[in-house]
Nanobody
Framework: QVQLVESGGGLVQPGGSLRLSCAASGSIFSVYTMGWYRQAPGKQRELVARINGGGGTNYADSVKGRFTISRDNAKRTVYLQMNSLKPEDTAVYYC??????WGQGIQVTVSS
């Protein structure tokens, strides 16, 4: 059983920054791909970014150049640094573990 706990969400003005964290427990962490997904109201859940065990990353086109995913295997934590936030980034953000587990989700709201 894997548990994922997200933190760091909240309300931010357009152009601002937030850093999301996802702490994992209960399984081997370092070899698995970890990802961040998001779901806006009325829309399907979509991939934002993911990072594999070797540190390779890929991003949705909509966040390239603004978001950075990283991981600290010693802390069993994956991060999502979000800069230059836009209102369209507003969504519930979910952490995903490569074994198929999901976090509970955390709200990010970008609004003036």
């Amino acid at each position: 059983q894997v548990q994922l706990v997200e933190s760091g969400g909240g309300l931010v003005q357009p152009g601002g920054s937030l850093r999301l964290s996802c702490a994992a427990s209960g399984s081997i962490f370092s070899v698995y791909t970890m990802g961040w997904y998001r779901q806006a109201p009325g829309k399907q859940r979509e991939l934002v970014a993911r990072i594999n065990g070797g540190g390779g990353t890929n991003y949705a086109d909509s966040v390239k150049g603004r978001f950075t995913i990283s991981r600290d295997n010693a802390k069993r934590t994956v991060y999502l640094q979000m800069n230059s936030l836009k209102p369209e980034d507003t969504a519930v953000y979910y952490c995903n573990h490569g074994m198929g587990y999901w976090g509970q989700g955390i709200q990010v709201t970008v609004s003036s």
